[in-house]
């Protein structure tokens, strides 16, 4: 029997991913049949529908990153990519967790180089600056402009007094709200992997401003923000690099004709083994 390459296996993996997808949907579609058509029931076709292509989604994205010539492989930069299965139309992004602001690896300047590229000035930025140092450090003692345990206590909150777990938990600080924290919450990770720095290649423009650009919109941002827009053709300078052991962010966004939509989002570590070819690190 003739062994079975890396390269095969990937499309083995893949296309499992997908016979379990549409699998999947099958059986709903047969016990909606079997209990009668109604709007539930057509809800959760459409839902599971939804659900089902976004999973292909994933999948094909990991089989495009772990692509064994640099041409074919999928970029990281997050521009988006788009595909249609049975009859879902998928826009996938891959973003490199190493384009991203490393939340819990910042100095006192660079939160305040953070918060103030945003549009924060004034006494709010140094609540904000103050309140996350106090979130973050492993004492009890309050900035002058931060907040402690005391504060947070009316609304059910204990503050981390450690690394973020999550970028999720930034919105509970003082002086945060949905707002700034729309902003600024796609341009932060907590897991930014255990080797290699902040890339520019692959960061968005905001993260650039503030890793890079010390907060102003330099030469380097505005190239990036023409990127993202589509005003000239990106240049992958990742695409001869192995992606073994890079951390990545995986958002598949499917829509259907009838206004239904849903996003699954999912940060992986590409592995290298046919069998298992990444890890999940985080699953929404």
Excluded: C
């Excluded at 059986?27 to 839902?47: N, P, T």
């Excluded at 659900?51 to 999928?74: C, M």
């Excluded at 924290?181 to 720095?197: D, E, H, K, M």
């Excluded at 692959?202 to 330099?218: L, S, Y």
Aim: net charge negative; proline share 4%; no cysteine.
């Amino acid at each position: 029997m003739r062994a079975t390459t890396r390269k095969e296996g990937g499309y083995v993996l893949l296309a499992a991913v997908l016979a379990m997808a549409a699998f999947s949907l099958i059986a709903l579609e047969v016990l909606a049949g079997a209990r009668g058509w109604d709007a539930e029931a057509a809800a959760e076709i459409q839902h599971a529908r939804l659900d089902a292509a976004a999973q292909a989604g994933v999948a094909a994205a990991v089989h495009g990153l772990g692509a064994e010539f640099a041409a074919d492989r999928w970029g990281i930069d997050g521009r988006p990519r788009r595909m249609d299965f049975n009859g879902v139309s998928l826009t996938i992004y891959v973003e490199d967790e190493r384009g991203k602001i490393p939340i819990n690896e910042l100095n006192e300047d660079q939160v305040r180089t953070l918060f103030s590229a945003a549009g924060v000035d004034g006494d709010r930025l140094d609540t904000l600056v103050d309140s996350f140092e106090d979130w973050t450090s492993a004492d009890e003692q309050v900035s002058p402009h931060g907040a402690g345990a005391a504060y947070y206590q009316p609304y059910g909150i204990k503050p981390r007094n450690g690394k973020l777990a999550t970028v999720d938990e930034l919105i509970h600080i003082r002086g945060m709200d949905e707002a700034l924290f729309s902003r600024i919450a796609p341009s932060l990770t907590v897991n930014f992997g255990q080797s290699g720095g902040f890339s520019p290649e692959t960061a968005q423009p905001f993260a650039i401003k503030v890793m890079v650009g010390n907060g102003e919109d330099t030469p380097e941002v505005i190239e990036r923000e023409r990127e993202a827009e589509g005003e000239r053709t990106a240049i992958d300078e990742t695409a001869d690099e192995s992606l073994i052991g890079r951390t990545l962010t995986i958002r598949v966004v499917a829509t259907d004709g009838a206004h239904g939509r849903l996003e699954r989002s999912q940060i992986v570590e590409l592995t290298g083994d046919p069998v298992q070819p990444y890890w999940i690190r985080t699953l929404n």
